[in-house]
Each structure stands twice: as structure tokens, then as C-alpha cells.
């Protein structure tokens, strides 16, 4: 049942993509991250995302974008009077799903995101905290913009 649908895919895929018109391009942008679950005390982390896109036109108003992204994540935790910092470095891979109308994008889609490294820092000490996290993120975006 997989390869079937594995297959009915890709077939789908190269149907759509050979009417359509494809383009390349960069892509950056800022991250609001923050951890959820065991702890409590979190701050929000700006970081930054960047990487390769591929803009695949299905029609005038309708896009799909698969990325490939590097991505800086993580927060903050505060514990007594010192604040411990939380670099995560992620390799995401989202699929974009477009809506275009007068030069305006909404998009939407899922993500799946390689954990790379992960790092605590605290009182200019760091250390590799990647065994506390899982390797493998599954996430939704939800973006706008304008081309």
C-alpha cells in the first residue's frame, strides 16, 4: 500500500510539474522559537532561517514550494539568577503550499526538521545537549509575504 501511494505521487508530481513553470531562488526570514512540554521558565529566541527554495506554478494563483532550510531555534530558561541560552540548529524541509493573488502570498504546509546540533550555553560555559532532544521535528508552517 505504501509504494502505491509512494508511486500514485510521484507519478502526480512529474504530471504537474511538466505543465508547469518552475523557479529557483534563496529564501531568509526570522524565527520565533520556543520549547514546550517539561519546562517551565521559557523565554522566546529570535533566530534566523535560510536556504534554497523551488517555486513550482500550478496556476496563476496556486504554487507549490518545497524548501531547504537552515534554521536556528531554541529559548531561553532562567534558573535562580542565571539564564541559560539554547541553540538549536535545525535542516528543515517544508512544503509550501501557495496562494498568490496581486503579488501577495499566503502560504501554508508541513515540515519535517533534522535536529544538526544543540547547545546550552550559560556563564560563557557550553555544552552539547543534543541527546536530550529528538532527532526528528514534524511541524506546520503558516507564512505570508510579498514577490
Not at 85 to 111: A, R
Request: hydrophobic share 40%; net charge neutral.
Amino acid at each position: 500500500m505504501k509504494k502505491s501511494l509512494l508511486l500514485f505521487v510521484c507519478a502526480v508530481a512529474i504530471a504537474t510539474t511538466s505543465q508547469a513553470q518552475v523557479r529557483f531562488g534563496f529564501k531568509g526570514g526570522v524565527n520565533l522559537s520556543n520549547l514546550t512540554g517539561d519546562v517551565t521558565g521559557t523565554k522566546m529566541k529570535i533566530g534566523f532561517n535560510a536556504g534554497a527554495i523551488a517555486k513550482i506554478s500550478v496556476t496563476d494563483a496556486f504554487s507549490i514550494q518545497p524548501e531547504l532550510l537552515y534554521s536556528n531555534q531554541g529559548t531561553g530558561v532562567e534558573e535562580g539568577d542565571t539564564e541559560i541560552k539554547m541553540h538549536l540548529n535545525y535542516i528543515n524541509v517544508p512544503i509550501m503550499f501557495q496562494y498568490n493573488v496581486s503579488g501577495f502570498i499566503l502560504e501554508t504546509g508541513p515540515q519535517v526538521g533534522i535536529l544538526a546540533s544543540a547547545k546550552a550555553k550559560a556563564d560563557g560555559e557550553s555544552a552539547d545537549i543534543k541527546e536530550m532532544f529528538k532527532g526528528i521535528d514534524f511541524s506546520w508552517g503558516i507564512g505570508a509575504g510579498y514577490q
